[in-house]
Structures are given as C-alpha cells and as structure tokens.
C-alpha cells in the first residue's frame, strides 16, 4: 500500500515501467499482511466492474503468496 498522497506518482511510475523507463522506486511503503476497510458508500469496483453493496460493510483483505502476477511486455526498440 501507499498513502494516497502519492497515487498520481504510482501511477506515473507503473506507466514508465510499462514503456520501458527504467525509473528508481521511492515510494513509503505501508507494509500488511491483512487489512480491514470500512465503507460507507454502496458502490465499489472490483474485477474491472461497479459492485453494489449495503452501506456500512467492512472488507477484508488478506495478502495471500502468489496469487498475483504483474505481466509488463517489454519495448522491442
């Protein structure tokens, strides 16, 4: 995770990454294992889609080793 300060730089970053700048990573980390969210909108996007849910949910959100692969394709030039 990082704080939401620093979106627009993440962003920025993995674009680079993706065109094949090669750019220092120089980020705060906040480090977790197992995170828990309190939402009290009845929208929130998962898998590229809106989900709709009751107000007042809590997720959780467990880190898990090796369920996630990032797949960047290198620049051929």
Do not use: C
């Not at 990573?25 to 009751?54: C, R, S």
């Amino acid at each position: 995770m990082i704080p939401e300060t620093d979106k627009d730089k993440l962003a920025s970053y993995v674009s680079d990454k993706i065109n094949g700048v090669d750019v220092p990573y120089h980020f705060q980390q906040l480090k977790a294992k197992n995170i828990m969210v309190k939402w009290e909108g009845t929208h929130v996007h998962v898998d590229d889609g809106i989900v709709k849910i009751e107000k007042y949910q809590q997720i959780d959100i467990e880190l898990r080793q090796g369920l996630l692969e990032f797949l960047v394709p290198k620049n051929s030039g």
